[in-house]
């Protein structure tokens, strides 16, 4: 209110930019969480840059983000009068790139190779809500179930771990999962792959217990997970030369 017009005035808030702001995106996130009768209220931001007597500086952008209704989230329907002010890109998790993410981040070398052998668990949201399963796997998700990994192993407490895999992926992908383990069971850790072994050393601790191609999936995360030099990296390459001249991998059909 002010006293001296007897009207209200429009306050705008703080977030918005000046003339005097750097260039500067404004990120409307969850719009498609708002009923419609509050999406409304972007109209004028979104096509004219303005509210109310604010506008929008020149060196400013306006972009949204949303879920889709389809995606079991809280989500409404997006109106025409507000969908065609925006141009609209459906973004989807893709395992190609989740797994060179991954290989820098310190994601779990168990979660890599089932992403790796199976790419489509890596989100299934339709899937969950065609289920009415309450959980079920996605990136954010299995960043977490790497976490627990990491602190605890995933075989070693696998009594204490997989209850809550289970309870942030979902019963098939947990499983899924635990078998990747058990076939990269038995395999020396990274730093020992990297070691000075010798040819029979290297065919009984390595070559012997690589018992599919997911094992193999296997070594190759952990070992990229593990190279941060250009020491390491020519261990790396020396071990998949070891690999490739074995003749005892004949029996995976390579």
């Not at 703080?14 to 509050?38: H, I, K, N, W, Y």
């Not at 290989?103 to 299934?124: C, F, M, R, S, Y």
Request: charged letters at 20%; one cysteine or more.
């Amino acid at each position: 209110p002010d006293a001296d017009s007897k009207r209200t005035t429009h306050y705008i808030p703080e977030f918005l930019p000046t003339e005097d702001s750097p260039p500067t995106v404004v990120f409307l996130d969850e719009l498609t969480g708002a009923e419609q009768r509050l999406q409304v209220a972007a109209y004028q931001l979104l096509l004219s840059g303005r509210l109310g007597n604010y506008v929008l500086p020149s060196h400013s952008y306006v972009c949204a983000a949303g879920n889709d209704i389809t995606d079991g989230a809280v989500a409404y329907e997006m109106g025409t009068a507000l969908a065609s002010r925006l141009m609209h890109f459906n973004i989807q998790a893709e395992p190609r790139s989740f797994l060179e993410w991954g290989a820098n981040a310190g994601v779990h070398p168990d979660v890599l190779t089932l992403i790796n052998v199976k790419g489509d668990l890596l989100e299934q949201n339709e899937k969950q809500v065609e289920a009415n399963h309450m959980v079920g796997p996605n990136p954010r998700n299995w960043e977490r179930v790497s976490s627990i990994l990491n602190e605890f192993g995933s075989l070693k407490n696998r009594a204490f771990v997989e209850p809550m895999v289970d309870g942030l992926v979902g019963k098939a992908a947990c499983a899924d999962l635990f078998l990747t383990a058990e076939e990269m069971s038995g395999l020396p850790p990274t730093a020992e792959l990297f070691s000075d072994m010798n040819d029979g050393e290297f065919k009984a601790k390595v070559v012997s217990n690589i018992k599919s191609i997911s094992s193999l999936y296997g070594i190759s995360n952990s070992m990229l997970a593990y190279v941060n030099n250009a020491d390491t990296a020519n261990k790396m390459s020396a071990v998949f030369n070891r690999l490739t001249a074995s003749q005892d991998l004949n029996r995976l059909g390579l």
